[in-house]
């Protein structure tokens, strides 16, 4: 899973803790933990013209066409190199809108050396109508190359209301038709086996782009597929439940962080520490699941209601700006985990007998607060969604 230490990882640490030297170890948790949540990702985008590129971009990113840092849309060829829009929450993520490949004098190999192929992860080809040579040409030029691709068929919402004005219209038969008619379109380029994802950039929860997410998942190694899923928009209680389980992987490992420092026979040293792990943690699942004001403003936004309304669902969480090491303290005050702190502190005074308890008490500690602010967070993030999703309240007149 996403962020285990490996088995040489754990042997070095088990080395390193039995020599007596726990600050190493604890630097090594923490060199470990900070390259998890660095990690780059980097998609590639690339199709025709107007093929929804853009658009697909700003979905993902959870954006709106006209918001800051969006992509900018249009039926024109607006981008003539490869261009990298920022994720608005985890800066190691990059989606690249990369130029059109629709012209005459298409060459596949220079195409993909000019965008600088080794620079993604994977691409995702992209069309608004049909699949044509040169889709295929580049697929198999990406696949030489030892990357994987996607064909995505994007605007089916543009083809399902153009046919709704026919009388036996029918939305599963169409939808299964545009992807017969892919697939073929494919086949005759010379693709032996396509697998063709049906989206809409203005109604992701729709369609084939879950479909889509759990391929990436099941074809990312553990590293990139933890960043994929916490980049992932908050659109569905699926997705939720995706960050939560991933987050909570990573909790383990930092409890068992703050139980290296607790060992230190330095008095406060521990709950300083702790203090600081919690308050970067909790922000961070804040972050994750929209619980901060730029998110709440941006989705507010998107579904036409009040900032106020959306904030109305949040129960339980703080935002992101509200964890501060004075938030954390005054958590800490309150429950039992503050006494065991106390605790810990006095034990620091007794050299042997400190150490050993305090190790113990620190994991706790840090485990059961990280739970349940998760638990905590992730029940917000699911009553905001609910709120968003809610019919618009009649006007009285």
Same mark, same amino acid.
């Given at each position: ?12 640490? /088990? ?14 948790? /923490? ?55 920022? @994720? ?45 040579? @040169? ?90 597929? @933890? ?12 997705? *939720? ?8 992987? @990573? ?119 990280? /739970? ?12 905001? *969604? ?12």
């Amino acid at each position: 899973m996403a962020g285990r230490l490996s088995k040489k990882e754990i042997e070095e640490l /088990q080395a390193i803790a039995e020599s007596g030297n726990l600050t190493a170890a604890a630097a090594k948790l /923490q060199e470990k933990l900070e390259s998890l949540e660095n990690i780059p990702l980097d998609i590639a985008i690339t199709g025709e013209s107007g093929a929804g590129k853009s658009s697909f971009i700003n979905a993902i990113l959870g954006l709106h066409d006209d918001d800051e840092g969006a992509a900018e849309t249009g039926v024109t060829q607006k981008t003539m190199e490869p261009k990298a829009y920022q @994720h608005p929450r985890l800066r190691n993520v990059k989606l690249w809108d990369l130029p059109g490949i629709g012209t005459p004098n298409f060459q596949a190999d220079k195409y993909l050396n000019q965008v600088k192929f080794n620079n993604y992860d994977f691409f995702i080809i992209v069309t608004a109508t049909r699949f044509t040579s @040169h889709h295929t040409t580049l697929a198999r030029a990406i696949h030489k190359l030892g990357k994987r691709f996607y064909y995505v068929r994007s605007k089916v919402d543009n083809d399902l209301k153009a046919e709704q004005r026919k009388r036996n219209f029918n939305e599963e038969r169409t939808l299964q038709e545009i992807r017969e008619d892919c697939v073929e379109n494919l086949r005759e380029a010379g693709e032996a086996s396509p697998r063709v994802f049906l989206l809409s950039s203005w109604k992701l929860t729709e369609y084939d782009f879950q479909l889509l997410q759990e391929t990436l998942e099941n074809e990312l190694d553990d590293q990139k597929r @933890h960043i994929f899923i916490l980049a992932m928009p908050n659109i569905s209680a699926k997705i *939720l439940e995706k960050k939560k389980a991933e987050l909570q992987e @990573h909790i383990s490992k930092v409890a068992l962080l703050s139980c290296a420092i607790g060992a230190l026979p330095f008095p406060g040293l521990s709950l300083i520490c702790d203090v600081g792990i919690l308050v970067v943690h909790m922000e961070r699942y804040c972050l994750a699941f929209g619980l901060d004001e730029e998110s709440l403003t941006r989705l507010a936004q998107q579904v036409d209601k009040p900032v106020a309304e959306l904030k109305s669902a949040i129960k339980k969480s703080p935002l992101a700006s509200a964890i501060t090491k004075k938030f954390i303290l005054t958590v800490l005050s309150r429950s039992l985990c503050g006494a065991l702190m106390v605790v810990e502190l006095i034990l620091n005074f007794v050299p042997v007998l400190g150490s050993l308890a305090g190790g113990g008490i620190s994991f706790v500690t840090t485990y059961y607060m990280l /739970q349940s602010f998760l638990d905590e967070a992730a029940e917000d993030a699911q009553n905001i *969604l609910t709120k968003a999703l809610e019919p618009k309240a009649k006007k009285s007149i």
